[in-house]
């Protein structure tokens, strides 16, 4: 068996024991003290995902060697390396915390990041010259860490907003929050839009005027139905459906209106499925989620989001801020430019440093803080979703 076959059985394999143990987690809410250490659910649940989090890392080091360099250098590999570091920053924060029922809410998170890289192409290529550098490696490894701790921040956010409010009338609170569950559908609907239109087979191909003077046209392959279709293509699939609307012209890039038709149908399908969700519940998704976290200790929650900050900020500033402009100068001669990749890292790092000012210098605790946390890591997602999807720039990977 190649090694890339093995390196991708081990994800599969890591991917469906995280499931597992979301499940075993999510058996802790029915206990008399959510933070209970002598849980058997608890337990097995982080036993399970250990287990995973080794495979994810056999996974990782099978496709460096079959790569021959660090598996960092497209979408795929980020992704999917994000999510291993997302499960290690919650390993870590259980052991100091014991709080099982982090995992119920934090572990779904990384099977959706894992799931979500499954969408990109997973072939094993060799790096680019600019990218064959051990700065490669420092950088990147660095960035994804530091921001898989502040997604920890981001499920305790999330828990503790679930918990405290009042979900017995509608309000303004109640909205946002089901717009932010709504956001983590649309992530689901970006999955199984692309699942099933690559299970269909579906591909069509548009013609569009090159960017470079060596040739006059280039082409652009669609693996969902159009919506957007590229400035000035013309389609040349013969038999297929013509784009609705056409990309504007400041969209730079011949990909970009790929791109954002993906955004698109993600939207939508996330929609669908939100709304299917609530007529099911009959109700709002966190005010059906809310009963079952009676047991839960808001102080430990709130305790679990700020430490996480702090871990993860210094350990983001090192990788995203430093790292970043050292390797700038190298590869640009430049230590800073005005890339959307850069200015997303500035903002995102600006952010959590307000954060932890107004945690630590204005008393922001609890479910101000909790709100931060979840902005932040929706920040985080759009660097890592639209910035990378839709706006071309030097760190654009897919």
């Known amino acids: 068996m190649e090694l890339s076959t093995i390196s991708s059985n081990l994800l599969y394999a890591s991917f469906f024991l995280y499931l597992i143990a979301t499940f075993f987690f999510g058996g802790t809410i029915r206990e008399k003290d959510a933070q209970q250490k002598e849980s058997k659910a608890g337990k097995i649940g982080i036993t399970i995902t250990i287990i995973g989090f080794v495979a994810q890392v056999g996974y990782f080091i099978t496709r460096w060697i079959a790569s021959q360099h660090a598996p960092l250098s497209n979408l795929f590999e980020y992704t999917t390396f994000f999510g291993m570091m997302l499960v290690l920053a919650f390993i870590v924060m259980y052991f100091i915390y014991r709080l099982n029922v982090l995992g119920l809410f934090v572990l779904p998170i990384a099977l959706l990041i894992i799931a979500y890289a499954s969408m990109f192409p997973s072939e094993i290529s060799p790096l ?34 679930i918990k405290t409010i009042d979900q017995t009338e509608r309000t303004k609170k109640t909205s946002w929050l089901e717009f932010i569950i709504y956001t983590l559908f649309a992530v689901i609907g970006f999955i199984v839009i692309t699942s099933g239109f690559r299970l269909g087979g579906y591909e069509v191909t548009f013609e569009v005027p090159a960017e470079g003077e060596a040739v006059e046209v280039s082409t652009v392959d669609y693996t969902l139905l159009p919506i957007v279709g590229p400035t000035d293509g013309t389609l040349q699939t013969e038999g297929a459906s013509g784009p609705l609307l056409e990309a504007p012209s400041w969209m730079q890039g011949e990909k970009a209106a790929r791109k954002l038709n993906t955004m698109i149908w993600s939207l939508l399908v996330g929609l669908v499925l939100y709304v299917m969700t609530r007529l099911i519940l009959r109700k709002r998704v966190a005010a059906a989620i809310q009963p079952k ?14 430490r996480a900050v702090a871990i993860g900020f210094p350990v983001f500033t090192l990788g995203g801020l430093i790292f970043a402009m050292i390797w700038a100068q190298i590869a640009w001669n430049r230590f800073w430019g005005w890339d959307p990749k850069e200015v997303w890292a500035l903002i995102t790092w600006l952010f959590y440093a307000v954060f932890l000012h107004l945690r630590l210098g204005a008393g922001w605790h609890g479910e101000k803080s909790a709100w931060l946390a979840v902005i932040g890591f929706a920040i985080i997602m759009f660097n890592l979703i639209a910035v990378n999807l839709v706006l071309a720039g030097l760190h654009s990977y897919a």
């Open 128 to 161: 680019i010259p600019a990218l064959n550098t051990h700065w490669l490696y420092i950088h990147v490894s660095t960035v994804s860490l530091g921001q898989a701790i502040l997604a920890v921040s981001f499920g305790a956010g999330l828990l503790y907003l």
């Open 293 to 306: 976290l009676a047991r839960v200790k808001p102080s430990l929650v709130d305790e679990v989001s700020y």
